[in-house]
């Protein structure tokens, strides 16, 4: 089985930088993904950690510690676009996995 | 240009009426899936295909069924739909495991 763990809120104000952290514990793992997901929208890929370390892109980078079973997203110079869902998820035997989601609120 | 297509974004369905999901892809990606979303919780896998090999998660119910005739298609068929699949699906492909693309989702409601 699997499972992973992220805080279900989480608020900050324009600007800001704000960490979403994700631990998981699962059979088999290959990856932790990053999505994004807007409002009655689809869930949109932000990024990918195979191996541990910081992967960076644009305002988002994201850091994998496999030793851990523990990553995070950090979103930096929020913006009021950033509000949305976001959610980890595992690479496992050929299929993602998602976890509950954090809501993330950007304040003016 | 969209490279997952799902039709209809919006679908009203009876109790117990049979009812179909369209999703068709323009990457050519070997990998289907088909998750389950209802309202503020996790994408939920239901099955997924890699070619036209079909896998099916354990705890996905015997009134989902899917079917997949070629690459750029992909079906989900609910033979008697309750009020609990009421949900939004979601149909996703990718080069690898690590990157899906998602269409826009179908908005299922059953009434």
């Known amino acids: 089985g699997q499972s992973l763990e992220q805080p279900s809120e989480v608020t900050a104000v324009e600007g800001a930088i704000v960490q979403i952290n994700c631990t998981y514990q699962?059979?088999?793992?290959?990856?932790l993904s990053w999505y994004q997901q807007h409002d009655g929208g689809a869930p949109t890929f932000l990024s990918y950690n195979g191996l541990d370390g910081l992967e960076e892109t644009g305002r988002f980078s994201s850091f994998l510690s496999r030793s851990d079973s523990y990553g995070y997203l950090l979103l930096q110079e929020l913006q009021m676009k950033d509000s949305a869902s976001y959610f980890c998820?595992?690479?496992?035997?050929?299929?993602?996995?998602f976890g509950q989601g954090t809501e993330l609120s950007v304040k003016p | 240009d969209a490279m997952v297509i799902q039709n209809p974004r919006y679908q009203v369905t009876q109790f117990g009426k049979p009812v179909t999901l369209s999703c068709s892809q323009t990457l050519n990606h070997n990998v289907m899936y088909w998750y389950q979303q209802k309202s503020s919780q996790a994408p939920k896998l239901l099955f997924h295909y890699y070619d036209k090999d079909f896998n099916n998660e354990a705890d996905t119910p015997d009134n989902f069924q899917s079917r997949r005739p070629n690459t750029s298609f992909c079906f989900l068929d609910i033979r008697s739909p309750g009020l609990g699949d009421a949900a939004m699906y979601l149909c996703?492909?990718?080069?690898?495991?690590?990157?899906?693309?998602f269409g826009s989702g179908t908005q299922l409601s059953v009434l």
């Open positions: 699962t059979s088999g793992f290959y990856g």
């Open positions: 998820a595992v690479n496992q035997g050929g299929k993602l996995i």
């Open positions: 996703a492909t990718g080069p690898g495991r690590e990157k899906l693309f």
